[in-house]
């Protein structure tokens, strides 16, 4: 694959991330201790223009592509994951407004996403219906031209300080648990209580506690058609989410492992050990099969987008849904090795040069932001529709 | 009286993957209103291959086939066509 040439828009976007790692580094440790969401550090990218990444040119945003956000996402997350978190999240939600918001909707808050001033956040979770996405059951009331909306999730991300949040909702009182619409909501025009606390093994600072929403929005502010949620998940949510939160994962353990080998230069040669060396050439490869899977299902997105094909087909699902699992399930192992090697004062202790321990700890959430468990279970069942085995990249076609 | 659309047997399969189904099943009915998931797609096709002595060849596992009723069973009995003229 050629990259392609960026454009000014875009190469500034990198530019900026660039110029924001150092900030966004110095403020992890604080923001881990706090479990305090990163306010000052998201000030940052809504100003140097990172949270309008994904919105198009002709709406003032610098045009970038789900490749731009993997490498982005991977960028901060070097610096600290629950930022990368904090703002790939956003750039998920701004992905579906891009391709499913109505003129109007994509009018007036593209724009404004493009100047960052709106922090987007999701409301997926419903107490009681486990983690089932494409389901519902607080439905929608009201009428055609004002929907209504009450609800509760016990997890939003960045709720606290969402400017906008993407609520899921059954299409309507009689509709089925399927027909889930999804609706965009200004902060101003919710009321907002909240239920729940964060304090977490890692991932502290995306502070993502319960809360119980309620308000009305006007009917333009649907996002894709009512009841056909599914549709922006296939096309969108999901997508853009496997591919950034793999992004962050990676770039997250690829630092620590560069970390690490920068203080085992440090120690000097006669301290290395054959186990040492071991551990080092696995969590090395660990990293690599990431990154080359996370590669190559970019690839095939942005391949079908370009093409205007669906990603409903059986082996795409395979394959964003076993992107999630390996990203997970491989940085993780990459840095319980890293810790290992790195040892108890520099890999387990909180003060070390070394953030291996909050590294280690954010990782842990990987397998259980959307549990593989279902992931897995989902793709035993898709797995028996592709006897064919189609690959990602399809190296036998 | 109507006339049946497709075999008992094929009705009876169908019914056993449709939670939400409410007496007969109706052609043209959408299969996931009725409560057709992946999970239960999965088991469905291989009831069906096994039951009816067919093979489902993957081009036609597509989400088209499992729009409706009348869908699926103008998949399965054009593959029980081929197999008799076979």
């Known amino acids: ?397 | 009286m109507s006339v049946p659309q497709w075999p008992a047997e094929f009705e009876e399969i169908l019914q056993r993957h449709l939670p939400l189904s409410d007496g007969p099943i109706d052609g043209s009915a959408l299969l996931a209103d009725l409560g057709l998931d992946s999970l239960g797609t999965v088991s469905l096709v291989m009831e069906l291959e096994d039951s009816m002595d067919i093979a489902i060849p993957d081009d036609l596992l597509v989400a088209e086939t499992f729009t409706s009723a009348d869908s699926l069973w103008a998949a399965v009995s054009s593959l029980l066509e081929g197999a008799a003229a076979a």
């Open chain 1, 1 to 397: 694959m050629t990259a392609r040439a960026r454009s000014g828009a875009l190469v500034s976007a990198y530019d900026a991330a660039a110029a924001a790692l150092p900030t966004v580094r110095a403020c992890a440790a604080e923001t881990d201790r706090s479990a305090v969401f990163p306010i000052d550090v998201i000030r940052l990218l809504r100003e140097n223009g990172l949270m309008g990444l994904l919105v198009p040119r002709e709406y003032g945003g610098p045009g970038g592509d789900l490749g731009d956000l993997v490498a982005i996402a991977g960028l901060l997350a070097s610096g600290c994951a629950s930022t990368a978190m904090i703002w790939a999240m956003h750039s998920q939600q701004v992905d579906c407004i891009v391709r499913f918001g109505s003129s109007k909707l994509r009018d007036d808050l593209l724009p404004r996403i493009a100047a960052g001033e709106v922090y987007l956040a999701s409301v997926t979770t419903e107490p009681g219906k486990g983690a089932h996405l494409l389901s519902g059951q607080a439905a929608i009331t009201g009428d055609a031209e004002s929907l209504r909306i009450e609800r509760e999730s016990p997890i939003i991300t960045g709720g606290r300080h969402a400017d906008g949040f993407l609520v899921t909702m059954r299409e309507s009182p009689q509709a089925p648990a399927h027909r889930v619409t999804l609706c965009y909501a200004e902060r101003d025009q919710l009321s907002i209580v909240e239920t729940g606390s964060w304090d977490t093994l890692g991932m502290r600072g995306t502070e993502s506690p319960g809360m119980r929403l309620s308000g009305a929005v006007p009917a333009y502010q649907v996002v894709g058609a009512p009841g056909e949620f599914k549709t922006v998940a296939v096309e969108s949510m999901i997508p853009a989410g496997h591919l950034a939160w793999a992004g962050v994962w990676l770039g997250a353990a690829r630092q620590a492992l560069s970390d690490v080998l920068t203080m085992l230069r440090a120690r000097g040669a006669e301290r290395q050990s054959e186990l040492t060396a071991e551990r080092i050439a696995r969590a090395r490869i660990d990293v690599e099969l990431v990154a080359a899977y996370l590669g190559a299902v970019r690839d095939e997105v942005l391949a079908l987008r370009r093409g205007g094909t669906s990603l409903i087909g059986t082996a795409t699902q395979i394959h964003l849904n076993n992107l999630k699992v390996i990203a997970a399930e491989r940085t993780f192992s990459a840095v319980d090795r890293l810790v290992q090697i790195a040892g108890l004062f520099t890999g387990y202790k909180r003060d070390s040069a070394v953030p291996l321990e909050r590294v280690f700890r954010d990782l842990r959430s990987a397998s259980l932001n959307f549990s593989d468990d279902r992931l897995l279970t989902m793709n035993g069942a898709l797995t028996l529709l592709d006897r064919d085995v189609t690959l990602v990249p399809d190296i036998f076609a």
